[in-house]
């Protein structure tokens, strides 16, 4: 951040200084060469369509390491075999009456009514046959 001449530090809560670093970078680029600022532009754009195709998710414990293996495992990204195993469970899903019934439990979350047990589903399929 800036220091002004009288030594003060300047205090700025985050959204002016994201907006100030934004429109420093800005600055930065309109410097470069035109093949330089249409690269940047692009990838400025690819960035914005992938996040619309993004989400965050919250995996039980191991799961993820799971998956990190397995998608190591096979030499594919994660975010592919994720969406390769979701196709048929999300089928499966759709056509079943009641799928998370013995599942939802209440959630104390102002934003969710219910919150699923994931450590009963986990337990549940993974008992042998």
Do not use: W, Y
């Amino acid at each position: 951040m800036p220091e002004p001449a009288n030594g003060r530090r300047v205090i700025f809560d985050e959204t002016t200084a994201d907006l100030l670093s934004n429109m420093q970078q800005r600055k930065a680029e309109s410097q470069l060469p035109k093949t330089e600022r249409s690269r940047i532009k692009r990838e400025r754009i690819r960035k914005q369509e992938r996040r619309s195709r993004t989400i965050s998710l919250d995996l039980p414990d191991g799961m993820k390491q799971e998956l990190i293996n397995l998608a190591g495992r096979e030499s594919i990204p994660i975010s592919q075999l994720v969406a390769f195993l979701l196709i048929p469970a999300i089928d499966h899903f759709n056509n079943q009456r009641d799928p998370l019934f013995g599942f939802k439990k209440p959630s104390r979350c102002a934003k969710f009514d219910f919150i699923l047990d994931l450590e009963k589903r986990q337990n549940e399929t993974s008992r042998p046959a």
